[in-house]
């Protein structure tokens, strides 16, 4: 009679769990030992079972591929909160607290390097001393083969003339006006002649005595110079 009853009781209990019904049940208590089961001992089932999940939602019908990541994301994974608005309420655009709008950075100004200066003006290259002679003046001398020999010296360069000579060619006429000889002689330029200057000397241009006999006369007729 104990095994007529204990299968008894299991079988209604099955029926309850598998009927129509969708409400979970529990078991209000354990079943009493018998000769098939020990205290502490499991009975399995000796008839169909269909598992129902208490207060669960209904079985999802959606396909996934296999190896697919599930669609809930694994257990124990955080999902982002959605922010909610109150009906009737735009959400805001402003910027959140203590955030800065985003601005253009500012230009820097322009710099110079340091040290620097402007280009100065290009100045005129320097050129070599160049020496131009004036006309001789010439004035007798105590002597009749002596004279005195006036010269200007110019400089057309930009660089001073700081040595030189200048060579006299004096010519021996006689009475008649004939031209009897040239002579020449030189003595040294009055340097330095800066450059764009001018500088006038007086020589005392003489010739040997004997060249120029009595009534016979001296005169200086061109001047050269050679410088440095």
């Known amino acids: 009679m104990t095994l007529v009853a204990l299968c008894c009781t299991a079988a209604a ?9 969708r409400d979970g049940y529990a078991a209000a208590g354990a079943v009493a030992p018998g000769p098939e089961r020990s205290a502490g001992d499991n009975v399995a089932p000796r008839g169909p079972v269909e598992m129902q999940q208490l207060g669960g939602t209904p079985p999802s019908t959606t396909s996934t591929s296999p190896g697919a990541p599930d669609p809930q994301g694994p257990a124990g994974s955080a999902r982002a909160e959605a922010t909610t608005t ?13 955030a800065t709008p985003s601005t253009p ?3 820097p100004p322009a710099t110079t390097t340091p040290g620097t200066t402007p280009p100065a003006t290009p100045t005129t ?3 070599p ?3 131009t002679l004036g006309t001789p003046a010439r004035t007798p001398a105590a002597d009749r ?14 660089t001073a003339a700081r ?5 006299f060619s004096t010519h021996v006429i006689g009475t008649l006006g004939i031209d009897w000889a040239t ?11 800066p450059g764009g200057a001018t500088k006038t000397q007086t020589y005392t241009v003489c010739v040997e005595s004997w060249r120029v006999p009595l009534g016979m006369h001296v005169e200086t007729q061109k001047t050269t110079a050679t410088w440095t």
């Open 183 to 193: 002579i020449t002689t030189t003595q040294p330029l009055p340097t330095p002649i």
């Open 145 to 158: 083969w002596c004279e005195k020999v006036t010269v200007a010296f110019t400089n057309t360069g930009t």
């Open 105 to 107: 950075p500012p230009t």
């Open 86 to 98: 109150p009906p009737g309420t735009a959400p805001s655009s402003q910027t959140p607290s203590g």
């Open 13 to 21: 209990f099955l029926t309850g769990c598998g009927g129509p019904a």
């Open 163 to 167: 040595s030189g000579a200048v060579t």
């Open 129 to 131: 001393a160049n020496l």
């Open 125 to 127: 290259p320097a050129t």
